[in-house]
């Protein structure tokens, strides 16, 4: 094997083994998505996020506009603060109103925003006022019951009335 | 107790301890050996076309193996796949499992396993024959270096070789689940790339792949430089040290793995 044909073959193999990390990072990963674009953090303060997660998107009307940079817990007020990073090509109203929300049934949780009519824009660093927690099932599930509970000590009483007629 | 048993027990107390001695020995030998290398392989860096040559035997002449291995392992993991996500109703997600099992697993794992059994083995036998045949003391004999002039080259082959291997592999991998999944099963090729790249992440899913893949590189690559070094020069010596060298770099890459994935993954998830 002669000098020339190895290193051929070894540009080659290097190449190609570059080719496919290439390949991993932007048609496998998510590296094409990353955006260098411009960016303003604001924050919210969530009684409960459920499961929501660092990275997880952030949507208005379906389109991603930012992803959860950091969450954090409160010691003062006992709720989550979440970080929020939003491209500066989408601004949003003063008024905007945060919620975790579930994409599917059982999907992962994101947040959505839902524009206000406010004149004045979000600023870098303000604090969304409005919000809405993540929905827990276990208290949607206790609520129903509780209800149907309710409804059952109320439903015996008029049959007992009607032999008294 | 009688005397003879309390002899036996005595020798077989000894033979224990000089095999937890001996291999405690090993390792110590085979770290200073690991140093030694790194430190002189000034020469396998300098004169870099020492080091083209065994990237060309450790990496080029693997390339079949791992391409061949990658393509069906990705074709199995989209048929299997399917089979359990079909169920739920998520064979969209094909992509996602087929991408996520190789990039953070089976791409490194599998990968270092053909590696050391096709290219590990190799370097063992090669410089084990060249000590069987004396070509390593008529180095010294002549004041070249032998580990700066055999062993460091074929060290550094291995170690460069190895993440492009398992990028092949991976990739590969992927090829193979898109060729069953959306070219004969019908799975739709835009949830399968879109999902796929909703879930892969760049940092910690691929660059966490690629870590892998380099230190099984440098653990099966060590272990087969340090078995043919080590080999008892005889015909006998050079087959047990390659039987050796696969032995333990499978066993080193199966062990390095559990302790790589419990540091990168279950960190990141419960953050």
């Known amino acids: 094997m002669n000098r020339a044909t190895v290193d051929l073959w070894v540009g080659i193999f290097v190449a190609a083994g570059l080719v496919a990390l290439l390949f991993l990072a932007l048609k496998v990963g998510n590296l094409a998505s990353f955006s260098t674009a411009q960016t303003y953090q604001v924050f919210a303060k969530f009684a409960n996020i459920g499961g929501l997660k660092i990275r997880a998107p952030i949507k208005s009307a379906g389109v991603v506009v930012g992803r959860v940079s950091d969450i954090r817990f409160d010691n003062e007020s006992y709720d989550a603060i979440v970080t929020m990073t939003l491209e500066s090509a989408y601004q949003f109203p003063r008024d905007t109103t945060a919620k975790i929300l579930t994409s599917g049934l059982l999907g992962e949780q994101y947040v959505g925003l839902e524009a206000g009519g406010d004149g004045v824009m979000l600023k870098s660093g303000d604090r969304l006022r409005l919000t809405q927690s993540a929905v827990v099932l276990e208290n949607l599930i206790s609520q129903f019951l509780f209800n149907k509970a309710a409804e059952g000590k109320d439903a015996p009483k008029e049959p007992a009335k009607e032999p008294a007629k | ?271």
Do not use: C
């Open chain 2, 1 to 271: 107790m009688s005397l003879p048993a309390v002899a036996a027990l005595r020798s077989r107390l000894e033979a224990l301890g000089s095999t937890v001695t001996s291999a405690i020995w090993r390792l110590g030998f085979a770290s200073r050996f690991l140093g030694y290398l790194v430190l002189h392989s000034g020469t396998a860096l300098r004169r870099f076309q020492l080091t083209m040559t065994e990237i060309y035997f450790a990496g080029v002449l693997s390339l079949i193996i791992i391409l061949v291995s990658g393509l069906f392992v990705g074709m199995v993991l989209a048929l299997q796949g399917y089979q359990t996500l079909q169920r739920y109703g998520a064979s969209e997600s094909l992509g996602v499992l087929v991408a996520l099992s190789l990039v953070r697993e089976l791409g490194p794992v599998v990968a270092g396993l053909l590696f050391a059994s096709r290219a590990g083995s190799a370097i063992t036998a090669e410089i084990g024959l060249m000590k069987a045949t004396e070509q390593i003391s008529a180095m010294e004999m002549m004041a070249v270096d032998p580990i700066a002039r055999v062993v460091a080259p074929r060290f550094w082959g291995g170690v460069i070789s190895m993440p492009l291997l398992a990028a092949l592999f991976s990739g590969m991998g992927v090829f193979g689940g898109y060729l069953i999944g959306v070219q004969l099963i019908g799975v739709d090729a835009g949830a399968f790339w879109s999902q796929m790249q909703a879930a892969v992440d760049v940092r910690e899913d691929i660059m966490n792949g690629v870590i892998k893949s380099v230190v099984f590189g440098i653990a099966v690559t060590w272990i087969a430089v340090f078995e043919g070094y080590d080999a008892v020069p005889t015909a006998e010596g050079v087959s047990r040290a390659t039987t050796r060298t696969v032995v333990t770099s499978s066993l080193a890459i199966l062990a390095l793995d559990f302790i790589l994935t419990a540091l990168m993954f279950t960190g990141g998830n419960a953050r």
